[in-house]
């Protein structure tokens, strides 16, 4: 039988693989059985200590798929972030949270995108439109993608539907959800063994608008300072990726998710983007409150393009 | 209280206009009570009939939206085909079931697409998601839009979900839909005060593929010579509408709704683009078959293009 492949985006987080495994289960629930979960990229720790903690095995690897390959997108929409082969794929459903662009079909699709804080907050509803029954593993796949994404409920991505899954989905679970978020959130911040190549590439995405290529890579840390212990190394690699991708501007955003802040580090041709709205001292600048790169950062930079 | 507007495309047909205040209903009873119908065109005479059976008012029309403005869009999301100044407004919901394209938002949305019929069954199904009854007059809206969109379920973007929902509301509207919906559709065809300008105009949506523009413009008749009897006049007013905007293709669609065909009349510096697929005779050619511009005239286009 034809397989459908289910995906999030690449340098893929907790919601984009989490999501993917449970859209799977959802299709399957409804009599779709030629879906299959996959991910663009590496696990990341945060995500492997989900699967740990479940004892399941993470989605195969998906490099790219040939034309007419169907497919199923979560969490993301813009080819930019999505396989190689993309444009050629034809797209059945996309199930997300973020802005809609550099996207377009040549067919009607299902489509639905809510403005909530996590892609697992939406398919949550899907079950209960459906009726399904959730089971603890779902709810704890759904659970560790809402906590990412939210950074326990702290981001101001977080709405009150994700406050409300979470809130429904500990209880099915029978976990403290508090104790479970910050064993897991730290897990992701263990950053000891990347390369400093890696740490700028780990959860990258790029963007583009009006002609201007930029990419906002993000970290999640306990300690600032100890991700920017070897900046100089950091801006080597940065130089490196603006040069291969053809970059107009790097942002790369250290995040504090004990204190909710970020620092900046930023290069580029174009990083008067950021500079003319906030001082760049060493290329560098503290944001205060800042934590979402889709409600923040990603807005602050489009500011400063405009 | 800041108003929102809900709107379908230009040149209004009917689901774009009963689905429009379906919506602002459906936003209604689930307590938005600042959402508005509104309207980008004309009501055409098959839309009058509906109104006129219901005894309401069409929405108002809307000319423009300034910058910022909130919108809801009902049955498209193309910009080409949305109201003037949609780049800057807030888009802050899309019920749609067309392909996606040249649509953009710098923010996250509600969107919601299904590959059905017809807007109007999308919302159909949101009414019940919601657990809202349907009264006569909401029912006749539905209705209406079903009927209009699949030719009373023969066009092939028909699906079993359109089916399903003009069965289910034709229960709740105790009315005889096939009576009721060739009498929608015949008064939907009387062409008769209808200048050449006005008929290539009446029902046309601009699109945009490899930097080719074009337009499919569509008639609904019970007698294809009938429209075409003045083919010169329109041909005429087709070669001004080319010149003004600048389009590469026009095609014109006259489609026998009581016998599923459509003649097509083309012209523009790009007619090849047709007429490499199918033999143009004095600019015209018969499709067997052909009723939909969705499902089988924007692919053939598209196809010509590649």
Known sequence: ????????????????????????????????????ARRLGKVNKETQYVLDYLQ????????????????????????????????????????DHHRIANFQTSSPLYYTAKPYGCTATILYEEFKQFGHEIDKKEAVLMISAIISDTLLLKSPTTTKKDEQALKELSEIAKIDVNTYGIE???????????????????DAKKFEKDNIKYKIAQVNTVSIDDVLKNQVKLEEEINKKIKEEGLDLFVFVITDILNNNSEILVLGNRSDIISKQVELKNNRAFLEGVVSRKKQIVPFVEKGIQ
Chains 1, 2 share one sequence.
């Open 56 to 95: 399941i095995e993470a989605p195969e690897l998906l490099e790219k798929v040939e034309e007419g390959q169907k497919v199923i997108l979560v969490d993301h929409n813009e080819f930019t972030q999505s396989v190689e082969g993309i444009e050629k794929a034809e797209i059945l459903s996309v199930v």
């Open 1 to 36: 039988m034809e397989k459908i492949f289910i995906f999030g985006h690449k340098n893929p987080d907790t919601d984009s693989i989490c999501s993917s495994l449970i859209r799977e289960i959802l299709d399957k629930k409804n009599g779709y059985t030629n879906t299959e």
């Open 184 to 202: 897991m959130l730290k897990a992701g911040t263990d950053l000891s063994e990347f390369s400093e190549e890696e740490l700028i590439n780990l």
